[in-house]
């Protein structure tokens, strides 16, 4: 396979899971308005922060209010990680290795990237978000069907699997991170059973609530979360999952026992972790090793590969 043709793949594969993951951030986030007292103001801002672009967002905006973060996050061109842009990205991918990938899929993402641009204003009103969401959510799970259903078992659907765990992954982390420390900044102790809310939402951003439930069977706590999501090999959005599923694909692939080991590093520093002492501060620098790791990860993926 051309490394061109690979890193086609793999990006493509990124970009959609990446539109994917913003669309159910900024879903969870609509929904807790409705969950919450009125009095308590629910940060936009840190959807911001998670995909590291509030340089760019302060650019553009004045402020970090509910529409210009969901005009920025979805259907602003000039931030290059808005979902409109990603769908862009996956369909110019799609666009070039487009004998690699079954036609069926090239017609949905295509699809996907034409319903999404012509959402461009309902998606701003309350009224008409979940539906557009919900949309591309929906249809990213069936091109990832679509994909995992009819393509050859080659070095081509390893590329692909691997670009889907690396950003799932590179996601999840972001999400562990800024949603548990700043969600609801102005809670007051008398509001503080509305913490349990907040790990709720951190847990439906990654559609991880009800096989939370059926796991841990307790109720939702902080350190009970964090373990869910971190470390449980058997949920496919936990970061141990997805380093899991990066070693399989490594495998799968040559020249890569240097990679593997950074991989098995990381799972190893997690293995490691004590959830029930880990304090925020601690947390987060956890998190920036994951967010570096990960970096590192896909650097030398880039120079191996690409």
Known sequence: MLSRVANHIYWM???LERAENTA??????????????????????????????????????????????????????ANPGSIINCLAAVRENARIIREIIPSEAWEQINNLYIAAKADGQSVLTRR?????????????????????GTMLRGEGYAFLRLGRHLERTDMTSRI???????????????QSAFENIQWMGVLKSLTAYQMYR??????????????????????????QHGLMQIGKCLLELPKSDSISKQVEALSEELQQLDTHELTQDRLHEVIDDIQ?????????IDSQYF
């Open 128 to 148: 008409h978000r979940f539906n557009c969401l919900h949309r591309i959510i929906v249809a990213n799970q069936t091109i990832t069907g679509l994909l995992g």
């Open 292 to 300: 570096l790791g990960v970096v590192k990860l896909h650097q030398a």
């Open 176 to 190: 562990i991170d800024v949603r548990s420390a700043s969600l609801l900044p102005d809670l007051s102790p008398e």
């Open 13 to 15: 594969e990124r970009y």
């Open 24 to 77: 159910r951030l900024i879903q969870v986030n609509t929904h807790l308005l409705l969950d919450l007292p009125r009095n308590v103001t629910l940060g936009w801002e840190p959807i911001i922060d998670m995909l590291s672009f509030r340089d760019v967002f302060y650019d553009l905006y004045k402020e970090a209010d509910e529409k210009s973060v969901i005009k920025f996050m979805v259907t602003d061109t």
């Open 214 to 239: 059926q796991e841990m069977r307790i109720r939702i706590n902080r350190a009970d979360v964090l373990e869910f999501l971190i470390n449980n090999k058997q949920f496919p959005r936990s970061l």
